[in-house]
């Protein structure tokens, strides 16, 4: 959002013409944010091609998973409601992922204390050595196959050098 000669904008879209069409309180997206986070994303993880999956508890709005699918991007679901949201929006169904390992990386994303996830002291996901305990555990069954490690370090974060 900017101010174009003393209009608030998202995408050079004055706010106001946006409420007067659709009433208040409505949720913008900026298109270009969106387009610019995720190639910056794929950019800064392109030398090992992970799949990059939107966790969709953090947005179930149809429309934008519909474009985030655009871009090729996974999902990330835990339940049976945000598979089935994932599904409608035309997410690959070989692209969900529902079962991971969260893994701790004790990692300070300089974000505000209570929302940070990524230090050791916070409650989220397991440390190295747990970590490193559960992979060699996965390894040699016969039942389990590690697909999917989830990592997640905080919001709010205005710098990737903490990823």
């Known amino acids: 959002m900017k101010y174009i000669k003393k209009k608030l904008t998202i995408d050079k879209v004055k706010i106001e013409d946006i409420a007067k069409k659709f009433g208040t309180p409505s949720y913008c997206y900026s298109y270009f944010e969106l387009k610019k986070n995720i190639n910056n994303f794929k950019k800064n993880f392109k030398s090992f091609s992970p799949l990059i999956c939107f966790a969709i508890k953090s947005n179930t709005n149809v429309n934008l998973i519909k474009e985030i699918q655009k871009f090729g991007l996974g999902a990330d679901v835990v339940s049976m409601g945000e598979l089935m949201m994932a599904l409608k929006a035309g997410i690959d169904p070989k692209k969900i992922v529902s079962v991971g390992i969260r893994f701790n990386p004790n990692v300070d994303a300089k974000t505000l204390s209570q929302i940070s996830t990524g230090k050791k002291e916070n409650k989220f996901g397991i440390g ?25 370090i905080g919001i709010q974060i205005h710098n990737v050098k903490p990823y």
């Open 128 to 152: 190295e050595k747990e970590f490193l305990q559960l992979t060699k555990y996965i390894k040699k069954s016969q039942s389990l196959n590690l697909k999917c490690l989830s990592v997640h």
